[in-house]
T-cell receptor
């Protein structure tokens, strides 16, 4: 069966520090991968998605970036965090096409 | 272009009462529609999905939704609410257009009173 992992579960970082969140998927190959941010009362905001290694599409301009160095690994990064980067970050995967998305447990990021 | 509107950011029901969470969508092509549930501090999990087969879709935990093309709606219902149903519910649409990028509604928080 397929599983999706995210770490860390919780992170407290000072403003201006770098960020690296990792997401890995097991039990499938060539999945579509997604990064979302969830702010309180604002639903899910799609940040990046990827249909293959090295193929990243950005949905919202910001100081975040994403990379997919391996088929089942998706990394969210920032060189300098802003206060507004605080939120709940969710990684998800799906098969290609209009298929169900499967979400990871999320990372709670607090920027102080 | 596609969009999703969930009416009511909060819905409050008594235990045992009918649950109705509203979702209207906009899509220029036949859509694929989803309902997800999110419990506190967790990721989303699929409740049910519509993929152009039967218009009445049954999901997990006793939930169901009906696709109504004429009303562009996909409302989520459950005959009798349980305390364990208290959670955030998201409606989502994925339409054809190459990449099937999903669009989520803002979510509805279901509150269940004893």
């Amino acid at each position: 069966s397929q599983t999706i992992h995210q770490w860390p579960a919780t992170l407290v970082q000072p403003v201006g520090s770098p960020l690296s969140l990792e997401c890995t998927v097991e039990g499938t190959s060539n999945p579509n991968l997604y990064w979302y941010r969830q702010a309180a009362g604002r639903g899910l905001q799609l940040l990046f998605y990827s249909v293959g290694i090295g193929q990243i599409s950005s949905e919202v301009p910001q100081n975040l970036s994403a990379s997919r160095p391996q088929d089942r690994q998706f990394i969210l990064s920032s060189k300098k965090l802003l206060l507004s980067d605080s939120g709940f970050y969710l990684c998800a995967w799906s098969y290609p096409g209009p298929e169900t998305q499967y979400f990871g447990p999320g990372t709670r990021l607090l920027v102080l | 272009a596609q969009s999703v509107t969930q009416l009511g950011s909060h819905v409050s029901v008594s235990e045992g009462a009918l649950v109705l969470l509203r979702c209207n969508y906009s899509s220029s092509v036949p859509p694929y529609l989803f309902w997800y549930v999110q419990y506190p501090n967790q990721g989303l999990q699929l409740l049910l999905k519509y993929t152009s087969a039967a218009t009445l879709v049954k999901g997990i935990n006793g939930f169901e939704a009906e696709f109504k093309k004429s009303e562009t709606s996909f409302h989520l219902t459950k005959p009798s609410a349980h305390m364990s149903d208290a959670a955030e519910y998201f409606c989502a649409v994925r339409a054809s257009g190459g990449s099937y990028i999903p669009t989520f509604g803002r979510g509805t928080s279901l509150i269940v009173h004893p």
